[in-house]
């Protein structure tokens, strides 16, 4: 009797559900519920884990075989172009912004500094991971060498390579990540210099967030007070052009 | 009994099936299962591909490769994984926390002990089968004792709140990078990173088989009765339980 009836509403109703969601997700307010779970798991991670958990570090011969090369292979720009032509000899890496002391610092100079290497994985936000070798200083040293100046809250990276044409990717960290002992500016991937298609001359590891985080092709590191001045307010380029979130530890 | 006339049958016995709590984790979880495989299908197309252990990538061996799930299947319905994303990450609070509560309620109240206690002698072959006759008969109740779940209902609610739940849960945060460094044992117990996210696949596609099957039974068991009871909590004792 009713068993047509009633699965069809079964069927009507699922798909009216999916539509329910698709309009609930592009309503303001549902849109300002549901983008508040970066900030959930920021802060339940943060009682959970503390400030200083380690990512898993891996044995030699647990890496990947292949390191797949993810978004930019190559920022293929005049300038990027000839910074390469030369092996990155007149590159220089900025730290500037809330420093007492700006810095501009060469390849070499990074590499002087004390080092720190790791096999960590690397989790893309789409669902995939890849275990490979990484060496560079940690970014602590550098912002101790500068000297973050009071109200810096935040570290934006911003990069050689342009999205959509134009826009330079940036990311983001806060202080706690900054300063991670595992948040390194890495130049050596796999005991060798880093290729271009993973960041080359330096790429950043902030090893207990998605791949999106680890700004590749560096060019200069910012100290700020809030991230209401980079890009469109949401502190990364794929957090403002996608809505991606910017604590992305999940 | 076939002398009774109509107007001598007795109006049937209603009962009081399950409790407050029962009734609101069932339905909030119903709706939150349901956003969680939307989006979780979502999430899956951004890279259809299942490994086992630590890493995998395109250059790895996958052992399943699938073609992405069409927009009527996803949360939301036009690609997007970092909307899906929005979706999974809110909702997977609202699974965890709901199922903890629920869990805690239901040791205070009894449920679990009263009505989820597997008996040993529930187990032995021979009541399994009589059981699966009386299924297979679409008699679902003990007319001795019409409100106890029967032998595989205990099962399949069993797997599912006390082993699907947890590992879709668990295996969920063994995903995350954060959580992942608060809790190295999370990838280990699963056997790496990429084998969670082909364990949280598999409970899924368990999860959604139970959500068919429940569905089912429902509708053959007499789907106002058997709505009705998990939304005022009161229950019809079917005709045939009386005789």
Not at chain 1, 65 to 83: H, Q
Request: with cysteine; proline share 5%.
């Amino acid at each position: 009797m009713t068993l047509i009836t009633r699965r069809n509403l079964i069927v009507l109703g699922g798909a009216g559900l999916v539509a329910g969601c698709d309009a609930v997700g592009s309503s303001p307010v549902g849109r300002a519920v549901l983008t508040r779970d970066s900030d959930m798991h920021h802060r339940l991670q943060r009682v959970i884990g503390g400030r200083d958990s380690l990512a898993r570090e891996y044995r030699p011969e647990q890496r990947s075989p292949r390191f797949r090369v993810n978004g930019n292979a190559n920022p293929n720009t005049a300038d990027y172009n000839a910074l390469a032509a030369g092996k990155f000899a007149g590159w220089r890496l900025k730290v500037d912004g809330l420093v007492a002391r700006p810095l501009s610092l060469s390849l070499a100079q990074l590499r002087s500094l004390p080092q720190r290497a790791q096999i960590t994985r690397h989790d893309c936000v789409e669902g995939w991971s890849a275990i490979g070798k990484w060496q560079g200083p940690q970014l602590s040293k550098l912002l101790d060498l500068a000297g973050l100046r009071d109200g810096a809250q935040y570290i934006v990276f911003h990069c050689a390579d342009l999205m959509g044409g134009s826009t330079p990717y940036y990311e983001s960290i806060d202080l706690i990540d900054a300063f991670h002992p595992q948040t390194i500016l890495a130049w050596a991937m796999n005991d060798a210099p880093l290729p271009i298609g993973h960041g080359a001359p330096v790429r950043l590891r902030v090893e207990r967030q998605l791949g999106y985080k680890h700004a590749k092709f560096v060019m200069r590191v910012e100290a700020v007070a809030s991230l209401a001045g980079i890009g469109k307010g949401k502190g990364g380029y794929w957090e403002d052009s996608s809505g991606y979130e910017w604590y992305a530890g999940i | 009994m076939s002398e009774i006339q109509d107007s001598e049958i007795p109006a049937p016995r209603r009962v009081r099936r399950h409790a407050l709590v029962t009734r609101i984790w069932h339905w909030a979880n119903a709706a939150t299962i349901f956003v969680m495989i939307g989006s979780g299908l979502m999430i899956f197309n951004a890279h259809p591909r299942l490994y086992w252990g630590e890493y995998g990538a395109n250059f790895d061996h996958a052992w399943l490769v699938l073609p992405r799930f069409p927009g009527w299947l996803t949360i939301p319905s036009y690609y997007s994984l970092a909307a899906g994303r929005h979706w999974h990450l809110s909702f997977a609070l609202v699974l965890a926390l709901g199922l903890l509560a629920f869990m805690i309620a239901s040791l205070f109240n009894r449920h679990f002990q009263r009505d989820l206690r597997l008996r040993r002698a529930e187990l032995g072959p021979r009541h399994l089968w009589a059981d699966l006759k009386a299924h297979l008969a679409f008699r679902f109740h003990d007319p001795a004792n019409p409100t106890a779940f029967n032998i595989f209902q205990k099962l399949s609610y069993v797997g599912v709140i006390f082993v699907l739940l947890p590992l879709l849960i668990f295996t969920g945060l063994a995903l995350s990078p954060g959580m992942d460094a608060a809790w190295p044992w999370l990838t280990q117990v699963f056997g790496g990173r990429q084998s969670a996210r082909s364990l949280h696949f598999i409970a899924m596609a368990l999860l959604a088989l139970f959500v068919v099957v429940h569905l089912t039974l429902v509708i053959l068991a007499g789907p106002i009765n058997e709505v009705r009871s998990m939304i005022t909590g009161w229950w019809d004792v079917p005709d045939e339980d009386e005789k």
